[in-house]
């Protein structure tokens, strides 16, 4: 299961016992947004650093720098200079860092590391539903869809 967090996903992976991959686009445009434009943001560099070590740290191979990554991520979510959003989503990254590395777990699952497939999607889907007349009509025309699109590509 590819998810962007929603609460109670986890529940469900759970239940079912499948392997969740959290969306890697979504977590990168949160901190990219809390980083600041301006150079007098206070905490600039920090953030900075913040979002610059999340990103190595989702695709680090090895063990030894990805602890070294997480130790840092942890002193800065720490600093006072650091937002308070910005140490929840650093503290919440590492609690749950398994979930955005299962594609590197589980190479042979080919698992995407972002939902914007399923989200442009579910967008065209919507458009449709606006134009149909009964829900029996737009799962025909949904199936159909997917089924006349059936590969989907991450850029």
């Known amino acids: 299961m590819v998810s962007d967090g929603i609460r109670g996903i986890e529940t469900i992976v759970e239940d079912n016992h499948w392997i969740i991959q959290r969306c890697h686009f979504h977590l990168l445009s949160l901190l990219q947004k809390m980083r600041g434009k301006r150079a007098a ?30 130790q840092r991520l942890a002193f800065l979510a720490k600093q006072p200079l650091c937002p308070r959003r910005m140490r929840m989503m650093v503290r919440d990254f590492l609690r749950r860092l398994p979930e955005f590395r299962s594609y590197l777990e589980y190479p042979e ?9 399923m989200e442009s999607l579910n967008s065209r889907l919507r458009r449709k539903a606006r134009t149909v007349n009964s829900p029996k009509a737009w799962l025909k025309w949904a199936t159909l869809a997917i089924r006349f699109k059936s590969i989907f590509t991450c850029k």
Do not use: A, F, M, W
């Not at 206070?42 to 070294?68: A, F």
């Not at 699952?109 to 497939?117: A, F, M």
């Open 109 to 117: 699952l080919h698992l995407p590391t972002t939902v914007n497939v």
């Open 41 to 70: 943001t206070s905490g600039r560099k920090i953030r900075q650093e913040v979002y610059d070590l999340v990103k190595l740290t989702l695709s680090e191979t090895s063990e030894r720098k990805l602890d070294i990554l997480c």
